[in-house]
């Protein structure tokens, strides 16, 4: 299967004095969303029932995370008709602050999701004659709690029409704008079920903002110990105080973990920096990368990570581009950072993550990224030779830092 084509940027032949300086900009794989997220209509709540509700509005399923998809290379959206009988009539006819104060832990409320509105097809939905455009949604449908027959049901529904829930740790066969909404979709499903409880107070949390925020409740109906509980109510409680409900800091937010990801060159700009892990295949390398850690810059985590991983010492450290990684939910912030002269040798005694690293020649990188490239379980393009060298595919950051490093992006007019 070829490799979709990657997100173009926004507005790709536009000249300024950036461009003119730095180059074109870079758009990876997982960026490039067509929607507009509208992130300040989310709390009202009239423009979410009428975007709900209208014929043209797409829902993006999940079962345990998995998209329903038509194949491997097409999501399958279904209609506000498909989804009702799971999310009612219309969950946003109530104001948010009125379904706080109602909340009760013993009914699951189907994990509902606006993403925002696709721009490109101006012609259906429109709200107060300043936004318009398809309004795209997310729900999860993974059976549970007291909708775990309702969510059935939808299940079975449209697995009966041949469409299929995809498993799969990456998706990354997508064209790239349905590429962008999944991962905007998956990576706040999997922030809201990995926060279903305070971390102040230990209660259940309730999801509000159209998705993209979790709030502790003052009140219960239920006297409940999970957020998906049982079946019978009981009489309205107080909750223990929480320190979320004092101040400004009374929600939670989606976290974004931010990940370094480096193009290492050596300081004779002739050599690339590669790794490898254990569970990597034979033959294939990547870039080096590692988490940024509290009250750390970009530049010192790349440093630093280097170091710890290779021994390799780094000097300049510059930032090309960055990619969204929703597994679950890391920021890859691409970087090509260059060597200390004489402190090259690599040393593999301090972090044991790596199995091998290597420096190897621009030409051999250049091979591989001819004819080597694939993910990790896939084969390798037409004209590979055997025992060569092996790189991740054009859909990872990793990808196009190497394809910028040897193409001349340190050269004297070098661009992005």
């Known amino acids: 299967m070829p490799p979709p084509r990657l997100p173009e940027p926004v507005y790709p032949d536009l000249d300024s004095m950036l461009t003119r300086k730095f180059g074109k900009e870079v758009a990876n794989y997982f960026s490039g969303s067509p929607l507009n997220r509208v992130s300040f209509l989310r709390t009202e709540h009239p423009f979410l029932s009428a975007a709900l509700r209208h014929p043209s509005t797409e829902f993006l399923l999940f079962n345990n995370l998995s998209p329903l998809m038509k194949d491997p290379t097409k999501l399958a959206p279904v209609s506000y008709k498909d989804v009702q009988p799971l999310i009612g009539e219309d969950p946003y006819s109530k104001t948010e602050e009125e379904i706080i104060s109602s909340y009760n832990s013993t009914v699951t409320i189907p994990q509902l999701l606006f993403l925002g509105l696709d721009e490109r097809k101006q012609d259906g939905f429109g709200w107060k004659d300043l936004y318009k455009g398809t309004p795209f949604f997310a729900l999860d449908v993974t059976p549970k709690g007291s909708i775990a027959e309702k969510a059935q049901a939808l299940v079975k529904s449209v697995e009966s029409r041949g469409l299929t829930f995809i498993e799969g740790r990456t998706h990354m066969s997508l064209p790239a704008a349905e590429a962008a909404a999944y991962a905007q979709a998956r990576a706040l499903l999997d ?9 102040q107070c230990g209660q259940p949390t309730l999801s ?19 957020s998906i509980g049982g079946t019978v109510p009981a009489t309205p409680t107080q909750r223990p105080n929480c320190a979320t409900r004092k101040g400004i800091s009374n929600l939670s937010f989606p976290r974004t973990d931010p990940t370094v990801i480096m193009a290492v060159v050596s300081s004779d700009a002739k ?4 790794g490898r892990q254990r569970r990597f295949p034979p033959l294939w390398y990547s870039t080096l990368a590692g988490f940024v850690e509290p009250a750390e810059s970009v530049e010192e985590a790349v440093r630093r990570e280097v170091w710890e991983e290779s021994g390799v010492t780094l000097g300049r450290v510059v930032v ?8 679950p939910a ?7 950072a260059q060597t200390v002269p004489g402190r090259e040798e690599i040393v593999l005694k301090h972090d044991p993550e790596l199995e091998d690293a290597k420096w190897v020649d621009m030409e051999e990188v250049r091979e591989a990224l ?12 037409e004209g ?14 990793a990808n196009s830092l190497l394809t910028a490093v040897c193409s001349g992006f340190l050269g004297g007019d070098s661009k992005m």
């Open 191 to 199: 922030w809201n079920e990995r926060n279903p409880f305070c971390a």
């Open 208 to 226: 509000v903002n159209a998705g993209m925020k979790r709030t502790c409740p003052p009140a219960d109906m239920a006297s409940l110990d999970t």
């Open 271 to 274: 050599r690339v920096l590669l």
């Open 320 to 327: 090309h581009s960055t990619q969204p990684w929703p597994y």
């Open 330 to 336: 890391n920021l890859m912030i691409g970087a090509i």
């Open 370 to 381: 001819r004819v080597g490239t694939s993910g990790l379980g896939d084969p390798p393009g």
């Open 384 to 397: 590979y030779v055997e025992g060569g060298l092996r790189l991740p595919p054009a859909t990872a950051i």
